[in-house]
């Protein structure tokens, strides 16, 4: 008996679980209609979206290395007319400095050459002076030596040491 009741509980139970089975076949059904609906209507449009993201992002991605490209070789032709805009303006600078170097040069030899001019004309001066004072001094020094005998020595005797 107990072997009966356990094989008429395991009938109940395969009763039960073929109604079950039976039960949710149209469940089943409906699930992968669901399933086929999301994958119709929802995933396969979700794929192309996320697809077409991912294609215009990496679009994107390279048309900005692109433009970081364009932008480096711009900034590097951009260095390099400021490097030679800096070129000309020092040789530009060098060459005025050395304009004006040569400026100074010559006014400083003008400055020179007209000082040069004005000490000869001024010892020329002192020369023509000297001379003329000599010249002064000699034929005054007679006179002079005359007068100092004169009053050094009585009238008689200078008029006597002159006529010897």
């Known amino acids: 008996m107990p072997e009966r009741r356990i094989s008429a509980i395991m009938g109940q139970i395969l009763h039960q679980l073929s109604e079950l089975a039976l039960g949710s076949v149209p469940t089943i059904i409906l699930f992968l209609l669901l399933l086929a609906a999301y994958g119709v209507l929802v995933r396969r449009p979700l794929d192309r979206v996320l697809a077409e993201r991912a294609a215009r992002t990496t679009g994107a991605v390279e048309q900005a290395r692109g433009a970081m490209s364009a932008a480096e070789a711009e900034t590097a032709v951009f260095e390099g007319k400021l ?9 530009a ?15 400083l030899a003008q400055a020179r050459a007209a000082t040069a001019e004005k000490i000869q004309a001024a010892r020329l001066g002192i020369e023509q002076s000297a001379f003329a004072a000599r010249q002064q001094i000699e034929t ?5 030596s005359a007068q100092i005998l004169k009053a050094v020595l009585p009238a008689d005797a200078a008029g006597s040491e002159f006529a010897r």
């Open 140 to 144: 005054m020094g007679g006179e002079l």
């Open 93 to 107: 600078r060098e060459a005025r400095l050395k304009q004006w170097a040569q400026e100074r040069e010559q006014v």
């Open 83 to 91: 490097r030679a805009a800096r070129t000309q303006i020092n040789a």
